[in-house]
């Protein structure tokens, strides 16, 4: 199936809104699609961890400009900026 750009979008949308009902395989099928239309996920990537893809993600610690965030499925930290 073909998307448009603006349907790709969409979908990707539809699906962060939803994101902690989606598994690992899903997160990495739309990533995929997002790659594949040049979309930039930008703050969605956050929704998900970026190395096993699980969006089971857990808080640790928040500083004036920084959060470190660690999954519970690998067990790796994530650091963002906010
Ligand atoms: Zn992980």
Redesign the pocket.
């Known amino acids: 199936m073909k998307l448009t750009k603006k349907q790709a979008q969409e979908k990707i949308n539809d699906f962060f809104e939803d994101i902690d009902n989606k598994t690992?395989e899903q997160v990495k099928k739309i990533k995929r699609l997002a790659m594949h239309y040049k979309i930039k996920l930008q703050d969605k990537r956050k929704k998900f961890?970026?190395?096993?893809?699980?969006t089971?993600l857990k808080v640790r610690k928040i500083t004036k400009n920084k959060k470190t965030v660690e999954?519970?499925?690998?067990?790796?930290l994530m650091r963002w900026k906010i």
């Open positions: 690992s961890c970026k190395f096993c893809y699980s089971r999954c519970e499925e690998c067990k790796r």
